[in-house]
């Protein structure tokens, strides 16, 4: 039970984590084309 709650969780966080670490990396890795092009 306590891992259906853990993953119930860890959905929702992902997803934000993930949102997070797209929205950065997507700045970084703009600059990299970009300084390039």
Known sequence: M???KMQAV???MESVVHQLIEKKGTGQTDTSPSNEK
């Open 2 to 4: 306590k891992s259906t």
């Open 10 to 12: 860890r959905l929702p």
